[in-house]
């Protein structure tokens, strides 16, 4: 039989001995429980002496006994590579799952579908998971956590759980309860980093949020995973900025005649790094250039706001790359021009603050 994980919420609480005065009645009754223990036994316990100190400990044999009988009637015995079998191809994974004192495979699909066989593979159901993400085109999910069946909230039920990636900037981890089709997802999304890391945060940390035991708990495991950093609001802020402007500005490299700008909030660190950055002084804008969370960034100040003007990756060789390597104002105080280099060679773009028109010169 395989192993399951079940997780209680119930802690040992371990009792001096001698605390309190026990009544012949109780202490004998107590005897008797534990003697012979039972679910009956322990609740005729309780309701006579709901204050007695031997009450934790006849509490700790009755969630003994529940969890005993909930294992026996509802854990799988169904290997992993028997459900695998029973799922057939198409699948990224299986396992087994009991309900009821009944077998079941669970196996989940490429894009999440998950179909409910019975032990020798018939169609029983079919289930989706939709895919949670902060993407509006997201990479295909890849499984990165296998499927488990485990009871991780105190209650006797069954999840399933596993985790998944879209991409390399975003790790998702599922609960779901087959029996209710109902599901709970946490996701942590941000920046790919070296060692296949990801720098951001998560929908489900933010201030003020109710959140349900099961999102809790996932939220708990996204906290301890290292390759999770969470970063500031102002660097949250910065990189959602970045991104709003990368997303505006697919072509501003190559074909664009058009750049827009993204108004920035004045708590984000590209606004702080801004200034304490030299900057360029033209008709009514000033501009700073400098590097911040991967990327080369333009930011403009005019009358106490800020915009972000430019963004792209940091050149990582200026010997086979392009890269902005100075900028200036032109006569009439609105044009910027952004001067590129790649070795020897030269590059121009020109942008204009007033109309946020840009022009190529290669």
């Not at 946020?356 to 010169?361: C, N």
Request: net charge positive; glycine share 6%; charged share 25%.
């Amino acid at each position: 039989m395989k192993t399951v994980r079940i997780i209680l919420t119930a802690a040992l609480v371990l009792l001096p001995a001698g605390l309190g005065a026990q009544t012949k009645a109780e202490t004998s009754l107590y005897n008797k429980t534990i003697a012979k223990p039972s679910v009956k036994a322990a609740d005729k316990f309780l309701k006579k002496f709901p204050n007695s100190v031997y009450a934790q400990e006849v509490l700790e044999i009755k969630e003994n006994i529940l969890t005993e009988a909930f294992v026996k009637d509802n854990v799988s015995a169904i290997s992993r590579e028997d459900a695998l079998g029973a799922a057939g191809a198409g699948t990224i994974d299986a396992v087994g799952w009991k309900k009821d004192k009944k077998e079941h495979v669970l196996a989940l699909g490429p894009d999440l579908s998950l179909r409910i066989l019975s032990p020798d593979g018939k169609p029983e159901d079919t289930r989706v998971i939709p895919v949670y993400t902060m993407e509006e085109s997201p990479a295909a999910p890849a499984l990165v956590l296998p499927m488990e069946v485990i009871s991780p909230v105190g209650a006797r039920r069954n999840y399933v759980h596993f985790g998944y990636r879209n991409g390399a900037s975003e790790y998702v981890e599922v609960l779901y309860l087959p029996e209710e089709d109902i599901l709970h997802q946490a996701l942590f999304y941000g920046t790919p980093v070296k060692d296949g890391k990801i720098e951001g945060q998560s929908p489900e940390m933010m201030e003020g949020l109710t959140l349900s035991a099961e999102v809790l708990w996932l939220v708990g495991r996204l906290k301890e995973n290292p390759s999770l950093v969470q970063i500031s609001k102002a660097d949250i802020l910065t990189d959602e900025s970045i991104r709003w402007w990368l997303s505006r500005n697919p072509k501003a490299q190559t074909t664009a005649s058009k750049v827009s700008f993204g108004l920035l909030d004045p708590e984000s660190s590209i606004v702080a790094a801004y200034k304490k950055a030299s900057k360029e002084r033209g008709k009514s804008y000033s501009v700073a250039m400098f590097d911040i969370r991967g990327y080369t960034v333009i930011c403009a100040a005019k009358g106490g706001e800020y915009s972000l003007i430019w963004a792209e990756p940091v050149c990582r060789n200026r010997k086979t790359e392009k890269y902005i390597r100075s900028i200036y104002f032109e006569n009439d105080g609105t044009t910027l021009d952004l001067m590129y280099y790649k070795g020897s060679t030269t590059f121009k773009k020109k942008v204009s603050l007033a109309s946020q028109s840009l022009k190529h010169f290669n």
